[in-house]
């Protein structure tokens, strides 16, 4: 599925949408450009699984977990990872295989530890359709 966005608040809502339509066991990858709006996205997600508190990117500390919700959300930035084996040291498989939703920025750096079956989103810019313009491709894998 392609959405095409033309203003983050369309990004937001979107995002807010995955996270209301999403079910325990979830896990979804987030890959895009720095500044592609990758974390107005997950602030979608996580409103939409009814998150109240501020979602910032976990950018140095790797995963930020959130309970209030519906269901526990999981959010992963593994920008700054050297080495996939380093995100077992912060339980990345109790979060990925728990019962919550798991969202996991700059996933293409860990993909040879993904779970078998999850959701691709990726976030990309096209400065030709405009500067808000974002073409967010989702995909089951």
């Known amino acids: 599925m392609i959405f095409e966005s033309y203003s983050a608040e369309e990004t937001f809502s979107f995002g807010e949408?995955?996270?209301r339509d999403a079910v325990a066991g979830a896990v979804f990858t987030l890959v895009g450009d720095l500044g592609v709006g990758?974390?107005?996205f997950t602030q979608g997600v996580a409103a939409g699984l009814g998150i109240t508190e501020p979602v910032n990117s976990p950018t140095f500390t790797i995963v930020q977990v959130y309970e209030e919700g519906r269901l526990p959300f999981y959010h992963f930035d593994v920008y700054r990872i050297g080495d996939s084996e380093e995100m077992y040291e912060v339980g990345f498989?109790?979060?990925v295989y728990g019962d919550?939703?798991?969202l996991?920025?700059?996933a293409n750096l860990?993909?040879?530890i993904l779970p078998e079956k999850y959701t691709s989103i990726l976030i990309?810019?096209?400065?030709e359709k405009g500067f808000d313009y974002r073409k967010i491709t989702v995909e089951e894998v």
Request: glycine share 10%; aromatic share 10%; net charge negative.
């Open 110 to 112: 860990i993909e040879d």
């Open 100 to 102: 919550g939703v798991s």
């Open 93 to 95: 498989e109790e979060y």
């Open 17 to 19: 949408k995955i996270g």
């Open 104 to 106: 996991i920025e700059w």
């Open 38 to 40: 990758k974390t107005v």
């Open 124 to 127: 990309e810019k096209d400065l």
